[in-house]
């Protein structure tokens, strides 16, 4: 079982039409949805927007399906000039910028009382990932950011940290945790997101219009890296 999971219902629908035999069933109000994509067994769900949504839903998806590999797909904002709309980014690493504890001594992301600061997904996933050519845009690896905060400003002095202190390279609300709740049940993962905006003043009206062709790069992605994946007999 494969489990693919996205914030909202519009970054997964593109997988649902696709989906052969499906099944799906309801949990805490939100429909899961059980099948086959080329051939693979998947779970197909979304998250809620968040890192305490998509935490406590991953978790869920792990403990039900013991996947074998878990994808988070989805949109994000950009932190580099030279990573432009409708660009895909692969997470080489992920932390949750919103995380401080400065008068513990602790560098900004790291979670206190632990070593845990970045996160890395499983190596395969991330190389078999790295391969993909969209039709569209160009493949970025990066490090992605996660908070609880659309970004808007990402030249304001106060965001400043996004690039002095975690050189990052996209920015998102879900992904550090979902990678943390993977790592810590050591199930393999990959988090890719379509470059929605600029963080910047147009970023909403930019998200809104191209969640539909985002959500076509991902389902390609996703088909992409199921070919270097086994299916189940």
């Given at each position: 079982m494969i489990v693919i999971l996205g914030a909202m219902d519009a970054e997964i629908a593109e997988f649902l039409s696709v989906m052969e035999a499906r099944e799906t069933s309801v949990?805490?109000?939100?429909?899961?949805?059980?099948?086959?994509?080329?051939?693979?067994?998947?779970?197909?769900?979304?998250?809620?927007?968040?890192?305490?949504?998509?935490?406590?839903?991953?978790?869920?998806?792990?403990?039900?399906?013991?996947?074998?590999?878990?994808?988070?797909?989805?949109?994000?904002?950009?932190?580099?000039?030279?990573?432009?709309?409708?660009?895909?980014?692969?997470?080489?690493?992920?932390?949750?910028?919103?995380l401080e504890s400065v008068v513990l001594g602790l560098p900004r992301g790291q979670i206190p009382f632990s070593d845990i600061r970045f996160l890395t997904p499983d190596p395969s996933l991330l190389a078999l990932g790295q391969t993909y050519r969209p039709a569209e845009g160009q493949v970025h690896t990066g490090r992605i950011c996660t908070g609880d905060q659309f970004i808007t400003h990402r030249e304001m002095k106060s965001h400043a940290y996004l690039h002095s202190e975690l050189a990052g390279d996209a920015v998102e609300m879900e992904g550090a945790a979902v990678a943390l709740v993977c790592s810590l049940n050591q199930v393999p993962y990959l988090v890719v997101r379509t470059i929605s905006d600029m963080a910047d003043e147009d970023a909403v009206s930019n998200f809104e219009e191209i969640l539909p062709r985002a959500s076509q790069n991902s389902l390609a992605f996703v088909r992409h890296v199921l070919t270097g994946i086994d299916p189940a007999p």
């Amino acid at each position: 079982m494969i489990v693919i999971l996205g914030a909202m219902d519009a970054e997964i629908a593109e997988f649902l039409s696709v989906m052969e035999a499906r099944e799906t069933s309801v949990w805490q109000g939100i429909e899961e949805h059980r099948g086959l994509i080329d051939g693979h067994r998947v779970l197909v769900s979304k998250t809620g927007v968040g890192k305490a949504m998509a935490a406590m839903r991953t978790q869920h998806f792990i403990d039900k399906a013991a996947p074998c590999a878990l994808l988070f797909t989805g949109l994000a904002g950009s932190l580099k000039l030279d990573i432009r709309i409708g660009d895909t980014v692969i997470g080489r690493d992920l932390v949750q910028h919103d995380l401080e504890s400065v008068v513990l001594g602790l560098p900004r992301g790291q979670i206190p009382f632990s070593d845990i600061r970045f996160l890395t997904p499983d190596p395969s996933l991330l190389a078999l990932g790295q391969t993909y050519r969209p039709a569209e845009g160009q493949v970025h690896t990066g490090r992605i950011c996660t908070g609880d905060q659309f970004i808007t400003h990402r030249e304001m002095k106060s965001h400043a940290y996004l690039h002095s202190e975690l050189a990052g390279d996209a920015v998102e609300m879900e992904g550090a945790a979902v990678a943390l709740v993977c790592s810590l049940n050591q199930v393999p993962y990959l988090v890719v997101r379509t470059i929605s905006d600029m963080a910047d003043e147009d970023a909403v009206s930019n998200f809104e219009e191209i969640l539909p062709r985002a959500s076509q790069n991902s389902l390609a992605f996703v088909r992409h890296v199921l070919t270097g994946i086994d299916p189940a007999p």
